[in-house]
């Protein structure tokens, strides 16, 4: 079986009917696949006339096979307002998202229903397509409050120069150092070397006083952040002062190509 719905997947309250996986849509974003998975959540005593009461939940894979799914709440939900234009049969829209300025935009379909349709039947009428949005990168991000935090990336490899975070930092701050095979910051790429990001954006440049970061190209080190009052949600090296990151933009976005995030 390629894809499904588990048991980790919960079940509504009102239906207690294990979860189906009704449909799989899913994009290159970045380094990864991202997946948008309409999940059957039961079909059985709802109110007359209302949809089946799928959602849509996110996940994403490596390979295209694998799938992760760390968070099984919903990604885009119905309503349970009889009547509202997204009362049930939520679903994405097959490209996923669009990428536009630091936005993703995701547009899905939702069904209002008939509430006075009888035995299920032309239940599924008054369909509309809705919006929703998200920051770039926002699916998840590594939070620090005010005692602060760090975390360490595994060994990583790169051919670029130019750090970049996409992190909220305008009420504390984030600074970074590469690690070495030895253990320890690499010459002038220590933490207390960092230029301290103090911003909220989506592109943000970190560099260092005197350190260059082309200096750890091509080898195996750790990147470590130092996060207070901060919230991370990528990074990535880049070969270029701008900030692309070479990755793939989903279904695209106003001025973008394909590998030209």
């Known amino acids: 079986m390629w894809a499904a719905a588990d048991a980790k ?12 996986l009704y449909n799989l849509d ?18 059985l005593n709802v109110p007359a006339g209302r949809p089946k009461p799928n959602n849509v939940c996110a996940g994403f894979s490596r390979d295209g096979f694998h799938w992760s799914r760390p968070d099984r709440r919903a990604f885009i939900d119905v309503s349970e307002k009889k009547g509202d234009w997204n009362w049930g049969n939520m679903q994405s829209a097959g490209g996923c998202c669009l990428v536009v300025g630091d936005e993703l ?20 009428g008054e369909g509309s397509t809705g919006l929703a949005v998200l920051r770039r990168d ?21 051919s670029g120069k130019h750090l970049f975070v996409n992190a909220d930092a305008r009420d504390g ?5 590469v690690i070495g095979g030895d253990g320890k910051a690499m010459d002038g790429l220590s933490a207390a070397d960092c230029v301290a990001v103090r911003a909220d954006k989506t592109r943000q440049a970190v560099g260092w006083k005197a350190g260059d970061l082309a200096a750890a190209a091509g080898q195996p080190v750790r990147l470590r ?12 090296v880049s070969g270029g002062k701008t900030g692309a990151s070479g990755g793939y ?11 030209d995030a």
Do not use: M
């Open 9 to 20: 997947d919960p079940q509504r309250e009102d239906l207690k009917t294990s979860p189906q």
């Open 26 to 43: 899913c994009v290159a974003y970045e380094s990864l696949v991202l997946g948008l998975f309409s999940i059957w959540r039961g079909d």
């Open 105 to 124: 935009y995701f547009y899905h379909s939702g069904r209002a229903g008939k509430p006075d349709a009888a035995n299920g039947k032309g239940r599924d």
């Open 138 to 158: 926002g699916f998840a991000s590594l939070d620090a409050g005010d005692k602060g935090g760090t975390v360490t990336t595994r060994p990583v490899t790169f």
């Open 173 to 177: 701050e984030l600074t970074a150092e």
């Open 225 to 236: 952040f130092h996060l207070r009052k901060a919230r991370l949600f990528a990074f990535w």
């Open 249 to 259: 933009v989903a279904a695209g976005g106003p001025g973008l190509t394909n590998r």
